[in-house]
């Protein structure tokens, strides 16, 4: 079976710009994580989503930020004006009803 | 209430043994190991549950105390490829639930020959 699917891989942008990171969760998987990791800070949640519905979100640090689930099997992340602050490891993990999650690769935001 | 590990980082040699903990100042669920190597994602373990029983992965168990609120990762025997950061995440929801793990800083192992 294929696993969490992210993407890209990598991203490099310039402050100001508009980045969209994208995920495929485990297929049958109804929950969906985004994560954020620095050095500095860890892996942090930023929201999770339940059945495509956003279920917590008070870990998005502030409005430039918004995720959108809209189908069981797609999720995106948008920075929007992106800060050299935001620059970090992006990752999506998805579950079923055992709690375990599985994270997919990652996606590496460079902002400039 | 994001939890403890202790240590931060051990070394260790090949064939030795180290033990990381995790604490929670909350009432948990459950506890999810995961080992993250350097450049890729974090790579599930195992599962404790509340009430349930020590758990193992090849030469690594756990064991979750309810009363300490607290779960210890055991790594008998070390390998090479046991290198990584490993990371706890806690569950405070009960009942099989999708909620999510708050995970702890990590603690960084390093396994020389």
């Known amino acids: 079976d294929a696993g969490v699917i992210q993407s890209p891989r990598h991203e490099v942008t310039e402050m100001g710009q508009e980045v969209t990171l994208r995920c495929k969760p485990i297929?049958?998987?109804?929950?969906l994580f985004w994560y954020r990791q620095t050095m500095m800070r860890g892996l942090e949640l930023l929201i999770y989503?339940?059945?495509?519905?956003?279920?917590?979100d008070s870990g998005m640090p502030e409005d430039r930020f918004s995720a959108k689930m809209p189908n069981a099997s797609f999720s995106t992340l948008k920075i929007q004006p992106s800060e050299p602050r935001d620059s970090a490891v992006y990752f999506c993990?998805?579950?079923?009803?055992?709690?375990?999650?599985?994270f997919g690769p990652g996606t590496r935001l460079t902002v400039l | 209430q994001q939890p403890v590990q202790s240590p931060q980082a051990v070394i260790l040699r090949e064939g030795e043994d180290a033990v990381i903990n995790c604490s929670s100042s909350?009432?948990?669920?459950?506890v999810h190991w995961y080992r993250q190597k350097h450049g890729e994602a974090p790579v599930f373990l195992m599962i404790?549950?509340?009430?349930?029983e020590q758990m193992r992965h090849e030469k690594i168990s756990a064991s979750f105390n309810e009363k300490k609120q607290q779960s210890s990762l055991y790594l008998t025997a070390s390998q090479l490829s046991y290198s990584g950061t490993y990371f706890c995440?806690?569950?405070?929801?009960?009942?099989?639930?999708?909620?999510?793990?708050?995970f702890g800083k990590g603690t960084k192992l390093s396994v020389k020959p």
């Open positions: 404790l549950l509340k009430g349930g």
């Open positions: 995440g806690t569950g405070t929801k009960y009942g099989g639930s999708q909620g999510n793990l708050i």
């Open positions: 909350k009432a948990l669920y459950s």
């Open positions: 993990a998805s579950n079923s009803s055992t709690d375990t999650q599985y």
């Open positions: 989503f339940n059945n495509n519905v956003p279920i917590d």
């Open positions: 297929s049958g998987h109804n929950s």
